[in-house]
T-cell receptor
């Protein structure tokens, strides 16, 4: 089944404790991206990747890192999480072509205490 | 950053009533996509509009792209409780890669 898989789905952590949210897609998509969703603010893009080893900042990249060493994986790294990073995170991927629909993962709800 | 504005932010209707959400931009859009997110779920692609004045229908849903390609609308005829959720429009940013989403319209349908 074609899908985007995120882990963990839920996480409660404390300020400063490094964490990684993994994202994997099995559709051989070149484009992948991360969004955060907050009440009243909609979906805001954090980072995106056009292909392996090619990443770029979205609208709200501060406090986050990403890597794209393989086509299927696009992990989101919070080196030193802070409470303002408490949010619902979505990973998404898209096939090539103009511009194609985004396929979203089921989301990862992160709480930073 | 976000270029598209969505209105209204919230809409509460009785089942059977119609519903419309609007997506507006100050600049010309290359395309517009619409997504639906059910409560507790993830956004799911509904449709993409590319041509000026384009109108597409999916059962009770009608999507329009303005003649000037600066606005779009989603109209639902005779809403049902299954229509509950948040509807987002999204547009391609200047990079040509990233999709920027509007803040969404949350629809509540009461029986």
């Amino acid at each position: 089944e074609a899908q985007v898989t995120q882990n963990p789905r839920y996480l409660i952590t404390v300020t400063g404790k490094k964490l990684t949210v993994t994202c994997s897609q099995n559709m051989n998509h070149e484009y992948m991206s991360w969004y955060r969703q907050d009440p009243g603010l909609g979906l805001r893009q954090i980072y995106y990747s056009m292909n392996v080893e090619v990443t770029d900042k979205g609208d709200v990249p501060e406090g986050y890192k990403v890597s794209r060493k393989e086509k299927r994986n696009f992990p989101l790294i919070l080196e030193s999480p802070s409470p303002n990073q408490t949010s619902l995170y979505f990973c998404a991927s898209r096939p090539p072509g103009f511009p194609g629909e985004l396929f979203f993962g089921e989301g990862s709800r992160l709480t930073v205490l | 950053g976000q270029q598209v504005m969505q209105i209204p932010q919230y809409q509460h209707v009785q089942e059977g009533e119609d519903f419309t959400t609007y997506c507006n931009s100050s600049t010309t859009l290359s395309n517009i996509q619409w997504y639906k997110q059910r409560p507790g779920g993830h956004p799911v692609f509904l449709i993409q509009l590319v041509k000026s004045g384009e109108v597409k229908k999916q059962k009770r849903l009608t999507f329009q792209f303005g003649e000037a390609k600066k606005n779009s609308s989603l109209h639902i005829t005779a809403t049902q409780t299954t229509d509950v959720g948040t509807y987002f429009c999204a547009e391609l940013d200047n990079s040509g890669y990233a999709l920027n989403f509007g803040k969404g319209t949350s629809l509540l349908v009461t029986p």
